[in-house]
């Protein structure tokens, strides 16, 4: 398996403009995760499904910010409209039972 | 609200020596996790510790999980260069299958 698969790698928008991240998690896995990395605060859960389903939103930092699993292959996180303090790293995780794997991370600058 | 603190957050420690990292955890948890983040890279993970007194040992480092205490260690043995890194520990509720992130120590292995 390819490991969990984020694209794009680097995201660079204007204030104002929607931004839409997606995630490819690994095959057989039941739970998907978003995370948003920043210095500031660090490793933040945003949001994380289980079997397609959103279990917990409590980290959506605002209405901005939405995320959809269609399907289990595939996720997106969007936020309409993007400031420039949502710029950070967003990682995908994906795990089945204990451990969770990490993407290589979106890098989203909004200027 | 769960809290994980690792101390300290910066380390900086000359190659042969040894050290330790410390997690706490502020609420019921049996599962604790440590990862490892280069920079500008994904996290990867080193340790998933399921139970009380569980000690895992990889290469020159060694986590143990003490729940009682709700405290993980993670000790670098005869540090070398490419052990540099940011190490995160991560805990997962036991209602849930949720990982909340550590601060992340930042690891500098000097020659």
């Known amino acids: 398996d390819a490991g969990v698969i984020q694209s794009p790698r680097h995201e660079v928008t204007e204030m104002g403009q929607e931004v839409t991240l997606r995630c490819k998690p690994i095959?057989?896995?039941?739970?998907l995760f978003w995370y948003r990395q920043t210095m500031m605060r660090g490793l933040e859960l945003l949001i994380y499904?289980?079997?397609?389903?959103?279990?917990?939103d409590s980290g959506m930092p605002e209405d901005r910010f939405s995320a959809k699993m269609p399907n289990a292959s595939f996720s997106t996180l969007k936020i309409q409209p993007s400031e420039p303090r949502d710029s950070a790293v967003y990682f995908c995780?994906?795990?089945?039972?204990?451990?969770?794997?990490f993407g290589q991370g979106t890098r989203l600058t909004v200027v | 609200e769960l809290k994980v603190e690792q101390n300290p957050l910066f380390l900086s420690m000359q190659e042969g020596k040894n050290y330790t990292i410390y997690c706490n955890y502020s609420?019921?948890?049996?599962?604790l996790y440590w990862y490892r983040q280069d920079p500008g890279k994904s996290l990867e993970s080193l340790f998933v510790?399921?139970?009380?007194?569980a000690v895992k040992q990889e290469g020159r480092l060694m986590a143990s999980l003490d729940t009682k205490a709700r405290l993980s260690t993670l000790h670098i043995t005869a540090a070398v260069h490419d052990l540099s890194a940011t190490y995160f520990c991560?805990?997962?509720?036991?209602?849930?299958?949720?990982?909340?992130f550590g601060t992340g120590t930042s690891l500098t292995v000097i020659p």
């Open positions: 991560a805990v997962a509720l036991s209602t849930g299958n949720q990982f909340y």
């Open positions: 609420t019921t948890s049996d599962r």
């Open positions: 095959s057989g896995h039941d739970y």
């Open positions: 995780a994906s795990s089945y039972s204990a451990v969770a794997f």
């Open positions: 499904f289980n079997n397609n389903v959103p279990i917990d």
């Open positions: 510790l399921l139970s009380n007194g």
